[in-house]
């Protein structure tokens, strides 16, 4: 990090903007967890102890038959989740946890073009051309994220585990090393959370041959335990904060100013076919 700037100043850039939203959402999603394991643990004994009234007591205590009914689904439910481990629970949490690390990485990548216009001379960012018609309409932030979006598409890359991430952040020099037992984490956290969001959570022989550890065999539903899941939040947001710390070393190492003070994304018009034109996007300075 730039030795001038301060932490409120980096936690203004949008790159520690979109830290800061997975943060919020991180914590908020592991007491979501907490507190849905405690619910569904309370209800099972409530929800008993309460269908267990006579009837005769209804009126006093304010139940009708419709509450009654609702009282047995809720017990009846909360037990079934209760005696499958959490499966449900612990998935739902995971593949929004999920997605929301796939959407956190996109916006570091594109907050660190934001902060540093010289990114759009990369390889991998600057191959992509439009007509002039395709996004004469479209502002400098559209247009930016249209970049990305297309450069990503064109990524050719393992997209299991890291992969996918690594070779988004590699657009704007962000990739590197990450501990072996993290990639293996994050590698099981997506295999798990693919087969929820794909199979309803049915291990199949792809599945199967992915993994590669005899977890659940073909046909049986992956059961992702409590601990299980405790890891998967460890590994993400430890993944999420060497993110972080590698734009902060970006940073101090390159001495790039402030977002505020870059120059504006340029438009570059060239002609290389007869009749079609195309737009080209570059750093001013460049």
Request: with cysteine.
């Amino acid at each position: 990090m730039r030795e001038d700037m301060s932490e409120f100043e980096f936690q203004q850039t949008r790159v520690g903007l979109a830290g800061a939203s997975w943060i919020n959402f991180f914590e908020r999603s592991h007491d979501y967890l907490r507190i849905s394991h405690a619910s569904i643990q309370a209800a099972v004994p409530l929800t008993a102890s309460l269908n267990s009234i006579p009837k005769l007591l209804d009126r006093p205590l304010g139940l009708d038959e419709e509450s009654r009914t609702l009282l047995h689904e809720v017990g009846t439910k909360a037990e079934r989740e209760l005696e499958t481990g959490f499966e449900l629970t612990n998935a739902l949490v995971l593949m929004a946890l999920w997605g929301a690390f796939e959407a956190f990485v996109e916006d570091v990548c594109k907050g660190a073009i934001f902060h540093d216009r010289t990114l759009l001379n990369e390889p991998g960012l600057n191959k992509a051309r439009y007509t002039v018609s395709a996004l004469i309409q479209l502002d400098e932030e559209h247009l930016i994220e249209q970049v990305f979006k297309d450069s990503v598409d064109q990524l050719r890359s393992d997209n299991r585990g890291i992969g996918k991430f690594e070779a988004q952040l590699g657009l704007v020099r962000l990739d590197g090393k990450v501990p072996r037992e993290i990639k293996d984490a994050i590698f099981d956290a997506q295999q798990d959370r693919n087969v929820w969001a794909h199979r309803a959570g049915t291990a199949d022989n792809r599945y199967v041959r992915e993994l590669g550890r005899n977890r659940f065999r073909a046909g049986e539903t992956v059961k992702i335990s409590r601990e299980k899941i405790e890891d998967y939040f460890l590994a993400l947001m430890t993944y999420g904060t060497i993110i972080i710390n590698r734009f902060r070393e970006a940073l101090f190492t390159s001495g790039t100013p402030p977002a505020a003070a870059d120059p504006p994304v340029q438009l570059v018009v060239q002609r290389d076919v007869p009749g079609r034109t195309y737009i080209k996007y570059t750093n001013s300075n460049s």
